[in-house]
């Protein structure tokens, strides 16, 4: 799987996507500066997680206004997956590629724990390594995560298969409305997340249930 | 020419912030407070002296960029 990892001024979670897309792919990603003017020719476009510009006016708002967005948006409609992980989906959300929007943590706080995440559709290319209504793991580190979408968008989003996790058990860390933690476009070829299944991949991070979304994406594109 | 765009969340999106704040207004004694709802002001200056289309031009920067029209309403006012 040929994948390209998108960087911004102020994304901190770079390195960690480009060392779990190497270690589980077995290649290296292309790195991608958001001024460059062209994207390689890859399966995936991956936008990691962190603070782009500052999180200044909205969080990924002003990212998600860069050329590159257009390039991304591009590829997007032609079928190549995307996928964005927690300042990630801020900026997908922003720039209009996945529906509804996130918003100041519920509690104001800034959160870093672990969380238990239900996978809500296993039937799409990011999330075939998991079976439907299985719980997992994952860490957040937000803060801005709190899902919101007006209701008609919510209604489509749900009756479209378009959650593709939730948070379980009581963990919903940020007030997410009915416990969203990531979506995906309509045509399930882009996915938004908070959390970080890239941080949870091997034993010394202390367990491994990320693994399967980049796994699966490389069965999917093999 | 000069305007001010005011940012606020649309009616019925929580609003955790506002709600600290109004918390925080009744310590301080201010117990008529019912409600607070916090936003964004922006004060732009620009080349230009037709309101109208300054007005149309303004509209624009809010859907693209000032305002995310999914949780917020903006409002223009042209200052002089």
């Known amino acids: 799987m040929k994948s390209a990892v998108v960087v911004f001024p102020g994304l901190n979670r770079d390195s960690d996507m480009i060392a779990a897309l190497t270690k589980i792919g077995g290649v290296k990603p292309a790195v991608v500066w958001h001024q460059d003017e062209t994207i390689p020719d890859v399966d995936l476009i991956v936008i990691p997680g962190g603070f782009s510009y500052g999180d200044y006016l909205r969080a990924g708002a002003i990212a998600a206004r860069s050329p590159i967005m257009d390039l991304i948006r591009d590829r997007a409609a032609q079928g190549v997956k995307v996928l964005g992980v927690c300042n990630g989906f801020q900026i997908l959300t922003e720039a209009g590629l996945l529906p509804g929007v996130l918003m100041r943590n519920a509690s104001l706080r800034f959160v870093c724990r672990q969380v238990k995440l239900e996978v809500a559709n296993a039937d799409t290319a990011f999330t075939r390594g998991y079976i439907s209504g299985q719980v997992i793991r994952c860490p957040v580190a937000h803060h801005d995560g709190n899902y919101f979408a007006d209701p008609e968008t919510l209604a489509r989003v749900e009756g479209n298969g378009q959650v593709a996790f939730r948070y379980a058990d009581g963990t919903n860390p940020n007030g997410s409305i009915n416990d969203i933690a990531g979506v995906f476009n309509e045509t399930k070829n882009v996915l938004g997340l908070m959390p970080h299944p890239e941080n949870l991949i091997e034993s010394a991070h202390g367990g491994s249930d990320g693994r399967a979304l980049f796994s699966g994406l490389l069965e999917a594109a093999a | ?80």
Do not use: H, W
Not at chain 2, 45 to 56: K, Q, V
């Open chain 2, 1 to 80: 020419m000069k305007a001010r765009v005011t940012v606020t969340l649309k009616t019925g999106v929580l609003d955790p912030q506002g709600q600290a704040i109004e918390g925080s207004l009744k310590g301080l004694g201010f117990s008529g407070v019912t409600s607070v709802r916090q936003g964004k002001v922006f004060d732009l200056a620009f080349d230009g002296s037709n309101e109208e289309e300054a007005r149309a031009s303004i509209s624009e920067m809010c859907e693209k960029l000032l305002a995310n029209t999914v949780i917020e309403n903006y409002a223009i006012e042209i200052l002089n």
